[in-house]
Antibody, heavy 117, light 110 residues
Framework: QVQLAESGGGLVKPGVSLRLSCAAS????????MSWIRQAPGKGLEWVSY????????YHAASVKGRFTISRDNAKNSLYLQMNSLRAEDTALYYC??????????WGQGTQVTVSS | QSALTQPPSASGSPGQPVTISCTGT?????????VSWYQQHPGKAPKLMIY???ERPSGVPDRFSGSKSGNTASLTVSGLQAEDEADYYC??????????FGGGTKLTVL
């Protein structure tokens, strides 16, 4: 079955960097667009970044553009999110998600990122 | 783009129908038939319930249905059950590789 397992979250100070990872299994990873979606405490969902199968197409939300970079390693069935210059407003649960068409058909359980001084 | 507009809460009694609206603009909901709905129970990851406005993934009960009229999409749960109590989010493609979510609706089964 499809499994997405995020890791790399933690408590960090403003301005530092963090790299999230997502290990995918149970499907042909290289055949699917992938995405990162976040949810701030008690808030709704926000589409952060997505990446095409070969990484030829990448999108970042305006709120993270220039600070976050999504990438993937199809040989390792892994998705990444490099987050630089973290801000308090980046505090959220970050979900790794599989994109199919214009929908998310599978979600991971999320990894918590807390930015606080 | 601004988030899609959903009512903060909705409620209904077991067995009754309830409809949750999701209002966007002519640039997102009104422009594309790419509206999806997600159910999220507390502490859990979201689950896809409806995609492409009205398509239901396998395994989702047929009491869940979706529709769209103009700039407003709707999720209807017919025959509410206790396990349907959750937060529901809509999402729509908005062109130029953008997807936006609604603010979420907390559905309570009375």
């Amino acid at each position: 079955q499809v499994q997405l397992a995020e890791s790399g979250g933690g408590l960090v100070k403003p301005g530092v960097s963090l790299r999230l990872s997502c290990a995918a299994s149970g499907f042909s990873f290289s055949d699917y667009y992938m995405s990162w979606i976040r949810q701030a405490p008690g808030k709704g969902l926000e589409w952060v970044s997505y990446i095409s199968t070969s990484a030829s197409m990448i999108y970042h939300a305006a709120s993270v553009k220039g600070r976050f970079t999504i990438s993937r390693d199809n040989a390792k069935n892994s998705l990444y999110l490099q987050m630089n210059s973290l801000r308090a407003e980046d505090t959220a649960l970050y979900y790794c998600a599989r994109v199919y068409g214009y929908r998310i058909d599978y979600w991971g359980q999320g990894t918590q990122v807390t930015v606080s001084s | 783009q601004s988030a899609l507009t959903q009512p903060p809460s909705a409620s209904g009694s077991p067995g009754q129908p309830v409809t949750i609206s999701c209002t966007g603009t002519s640039s997102d909901v009104g422009a594309y038939n790419y509206v999806s709905w997600y159910q999220q129970h507390p502490g859990k990851a979201p689950k896809l319930m409806i995609y492409d406005v009205s398509e239901r993934p396998s395994g989702v009960p047929d009491r869940f249905s979706g529709s769209k009229s103009g700039n407003t999409a709707s999720l209807t749960v017919s025959g509410l059950q206790a396990e349907d109590e959750a937060d529901y989010y809509c999402a729509s493609y908005a062109g130029s590789n953008n997807v936006i979510f609604g603010g979420g609706t907390k559905l309570t089964v009375l």
